[in-house]
């Protein structure tokens, strides 16, 4: 059985700044390997990574939390408010070594909660064509696809989903301990 924990983290901690350097790789990396056969470039990497400093998922208007596996870091997913009833999931990221083990349910369910407590109704997302772990991820926890609601360069999927209480069952206002099997 895996322990799965969900804490908020600063943006620009280097636990966070970690997370978001694998997220990106990979992403990243999925795209060159998709369109263009090869890795991303070393250098537009590098920029690529220093270009987002994750300063839109602070508080009081956003939040970055770290889901540990048994203690490790092993993912991120982020929020930002759009308005006083959206927000934005963002980041959302497992470790490729941790996927399977419940990490992306947790990190759902914490990120939904978070969202909530900065008055949000709604959360809404974009995603691309070759993530299809993370589209039937969203898929599998209610979110549904919609039309574009922006035009970002890489979007290629729109996803919402309304933001209900949650029922109880025993997680906390996104931390906490949730053993997976």
Request: with cysteine; aromatic share 8%; hydrophobic share 35%.
């Amino acid at each position: 059985m895996n322990t799965w924990t969900v804490t908020p983290e600063p943006f620009d901690s280097p636990v966070a700044k970690e997370l978001w350097r694998a997220y990106y790789t990979e992403v990243s990396d999925r795209w060159f390997l998709h369109h263009e056969n090869r890795r991303t470039p070393p250098a537009e990497l590098t920029a690529g990574i220093a270009s987002e400093s994750g300063a839109e998922l602070a508080p009081p208007s956003g939040r970055l939390l770290v889901a540990r596996c048994d203690g490790e870091p092993a993912g991120t997913a982020g929020v930002r408010l759009l308005n006083a009833e959206t927000a934005e999931l963002k980041r959302v990221f497992v470790h490729e070594s941790r996927r399977g083990l419940g990490g992306g349910a947790v990190l759902l369910a914490a990120i939904e909660e978070a969202a909530r407590e900065l008055g949000a109704h709604r959360i809404i997302l974009d995603t691309r064509d070759d993530l299809v772990e993370a589209r039937a991820l969203y898929a599998r926890h209610g979110y549904v696809e919609t039309e574009p609601h922006n035009d970002q360069m890489y979007a290629e999927h729109w996803f919402r989903k309304e933001l209900t209480t949650p029922a109880l069952t025993g997680g906390a206002k996104g931390s906490g301990t949730q053993p997976q099997k």
